[in-house]
């Protein structure tokens, strides 16, 4: 077989998992809860089993949790989408984007890209023809975009622009500034916003989750993609969503339906009757936001350095007072001699720009968080 993707080996999420399972380390690496989703939710995945329910979805997503999304997005960001033809649920955010890349691009076609990226987006703009054009971020700058920067990467054959917030691996937040740029720089082209909203409730010190959708210039040309997994400690469902204007829609169920068709049925009736409580989904911030600080805390007193998470499970840690080592090696090492196993961020960066940092992911029991920072002191 001759290769579509020569430069494509196993994702840094299961080799980190992998080594961790093989050393026994702490495994924070890979993004995951190591704790159960609410047994509120079980019961209602197994209460729609038992009543049937284990045929294929409508194509677009169920009806109630069209519905009950449509009514969140509009209750909390006052933006406002028709479940009929605005809102299509997916098999995942990762679905959501690589379903968006199929229905937009044509060969040739460029979409800018923030590195680090998270690791799909790329592949999902290649294999779709299109070609990735990066703009790096870096520690020196705080991860902050330089929207100027961002303009002279703009052709004639830009189709779109890939955003992240709160950002994986950096947990940046976009700022209403970000976004007033952004629409300076895209007012009077066709260029499309595909945005990954996944840590959208996981936002922390009180700030405000903005989407490029909630600009309103932004709006009409915006992919909202989100997940089901982050917010109710269930990764292993595979549930998203892709909200979009109804021209938008159009082209995404399209793809959609050739990529999955639908998704799984039970878990969509779950989610519906679950969000019907707000506080369902509300309530992760604050978990999150003292497990950070908890994390954090425990840290104190190590050399790494660090500023506080703004969003996502993830944080990232300096170590350049410890080692000047890549941090793909140090990664391994530690994982195998300290017992903890994270993510080297420049795994992220097309030319694996190094900035000596690591990832950790939070969304762990405490016990797990307070023996790994332990061990973490004592470099
Ligand atoms: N989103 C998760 C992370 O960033 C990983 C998902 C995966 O393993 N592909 O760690």
Same mark, same amino acid.
């Given at each position: 077989?001759?290769?579509?993707?020569?430069?494509?080996?196993?994702?840094?999420?299961?080799?980190?998992?992998?080594?961790?399972?093989?050393?026994?380390?702490?495994?924070?690496?890979?993004?995951?809860?190591?704790?159960?989703?609410?047994?509120?939710?079980?019961?209602?995945?197994?209460?729609?089993?038992?009543?049937?329910?284990?045929?294929?979805?409508?194509?677009?997503?169920?009806?109630?949790?069209?519905?009950?999304?449509?009514?969140?997005?509009?209750?909390?960001?006052?933006?406002?989408?028709?479940?009929?033809?605005?809102?299509?649920?997916?098999?995942?955010?990762?679905?959501?984007?690589?379903?968006?890349?199929?229905?937009?691009?044509?060969?040739?076609?460029?979409?800018?890209?923030?590195?680090?990226?998270?690791?799909?987006?790329?592949?999902?703009?290649?294999?779709? %023809?299109?070609?990735?054009?990066?703009?790096? !971020? @870096? =520690? +020196?700058?705080?991860? &902050?975009?330089? #929207?100027?920067?961002?303009? $002279?990467?703009?052709?004639?054959?830009?189709?779109?622009?890939?955003?992240?917030?709160?950002?994986?691996?950096?947990?940046?937040?976009?700022?209403?500034?970000?976004?007033?740029?952004?629409?300076?720089?895209?007012?009077?082209?066709?260029?499309?916003?595909?945005?990954?909203?996944?840590?959208?409730?996981?936002?922390?010190?009180?700030?405000?989750?903005?989407?490029?959708?909630?600009?309103?210039?932004?709006?009409?040309?915006?992919?909202?993609?989100?997940?089901?997994?982050?917010?109710?400690?269930?990764?292993?469902?595979?549930? %998203?969503?892709?909200?979009?204007?109804?021209? !938008? @829609? =159009? +082209?995404?169920?399209? &793809?959609?339906? #050739?990529?999955?068709?639908? $998704?799984?049925?039970?878990?969509?009736?779950?989610?519906?009757?679950?969000?019907?409580?707000?506080?369902?989904?509300?309530?992760?911030?604050?978990?999150?936001?003292?497990?950070?600080?908890?994390?954090?805390?425990?840290?104190?007193?190590?050399?790494?350095?660090?500023?506080?998470?703004?969003?996502?499970?993830?944080?990232?840690?300096?170590?350049?007072?410890?080692?000047?080592?890549?941090?793909?090696?140090?990664?391994?090492?530690?994982?195998?001699?300290?017992?903890?196993?994270?993510?080297?961020?420049?795994?992220?960066?097309?030319?694996?720009?190094?900035?000596?940092?690591?990832?950790?992911?939070?969304?762990?029991?405490?016990?797990?968080?307070?023996?790994?920072?332990?061990?973490?002191?004592?470099?």
């Amino acid at each position: 077989i001759t290769s579509k993707q020569p430069n494509v080996g196993t994702t840094i999420f299961t080799v980190m998992s992998q080594l961790a399972a093989e050393t026994g380390a702490l495994n924070l690496s890979q993004g995951f809860p190591n704790y159960n989703c609410s047994p509120k939710l079980i019961e209602l995945v197994n209460h729609y089993m038992q009543k049937g329910m284990n045929q294929y979805a409508p194509m677009a997503g169920i009806m109630p949790l069209r519905e009950i999304l449509a009514q969140k997005t509009a209750d909390l960001y006052n933006l406002h989408y028709h479940p009929n033809d605005e809102i299509t649920i997916v098999s995942g955010c990762t679905e959501a984007i690589y379903a968006t890349m199929a229905a937009i691009l044509h060969k040739g076609d460029e979409v800018i890209v923030f590195e680090p990226a998270y690791d799909s987006y790329v592949p999902s703009i290649e294999l779709n %023809g299109g070609k990735a054009v990066y703009v790096t !971020l @870096t =520690a +020196e700058n705080d991860f &902050t975009i330089n #929207w100027e920067v961002v303009k $002279s990467k703009i052709t004639e054959r830009t189709k779109a622009i890939m955003l992240t917030t709160p950002h994986n691996p950096t947990g940046k937040c976009l700022t209403q500034d970000d976004l007033n740029k952004l629409a300076e720089i895209v007012r009077d082209t066709n260029i499309f916003i595909v945005s990954d909203e996944v840590y959208e409730h996981i936002i922390f010190d009180n700030r405000q989750h903005l989407s490029p959708a909630m600009h309103p210039e932004l709006k009409e040309r915006t992919f909202l993609c989100g997940s089901f997994g982050k917010t109710f400690h269930t990764t292993g469902w595979k549930l %998203g969503y892709c909200l979009a204007p109804k021209e !938008l @829609t =159009a +082209e995404f169920r399209k &793809t959609h339906q #050739w990529i999955t068709f639908a $998704s799984p049925t039970p878990m969509q009736y779950a989610f519906a009757d679950f969000m019907k409580d707000p506080n369902n989904y509300l309530s992760v911030r604050a978990f999150y936001e003292e497990k950070r600080n908890k994390f954090i805390n425990w840290l104190k007193g190590s050399r790494f350095t660090w500023k506080p998470a703004e969003g996502s499970f993830f944080q990232m840690v300096s170590y350049n007072q410890i080692t000047d080592e890549s941090d793909y090696d140090l990664a391994v090492r530690w994982t195998k001699e300290i017992g903890v196993a994270s993510i080297p961020i420049s795994v992220f960066y097309n030319e694996r720009y190094d900035n000596k940092i690591l990832r950790f992911c939070f969304a762990k029991d405490d016990e797990t968080l307070e023996k790994a920072a332990e061990r973490l002191c004592k470099l």
